[in-house]
């Protein structure tokens, strides 16, 4: 289950922190945007992130073929 939380972000190791805080921290300093440019219009991308916020949480929700539901 510990990977399982790091995965969702829930827990993460020190490295990978302080990786991206260095790298994220480079990028404010040049003026780019932290995570990148989309160029999907703004309603595509609210749209998206409603779509999969929590998602991997859900799947318990959805039964299988063999009538049953599948549990994390």
Same mark, same amino acid.
């Given at each position: 289950? /510990? $990977?399982? &939380?790091?995965?969702?972000? /829930?827990?993460? *190791? =020190?490295? @990978?922190?302080?990786?991206?805080?260095? @790298? /994220?921290?480079?990028? &404010?300093?040049?003026?780019?945007? /932290?995570?990148? @440019? $989309?160029?999907?219009? @703004?309603?595509? =991308?609210?749209? &998206?992130?409603? *779509? $999969?916020?929590?998602? =991997?949480?859900?799947?318990?929700?959805?039964?299988? $073929?063999?009538?049953? *539901?599948?549990?994390?």
């Amino acid at each position: 289950m /510990l $990977s399982l &939380a790091r995965f969702w972000g /829930l827990s993460e *190791n =020190q490295r @990978e922190y302080d990786r991206d805080l260095d @790298e /994220l921290s480079q990028r &404010a300093r040049e003026g780019k945007p /932290l995570y990148g @440019e $989309s160029y999907q219009p @703004e309603w595509v =991308q609210g749209t &998206a992130f409603r *779509n $999969s916020q929590f998602s =991997q949480l859900k799947f318990c929700t959805y039964p299988t $073929s063999m009538g049953w *539901n599948v549990y994390l």
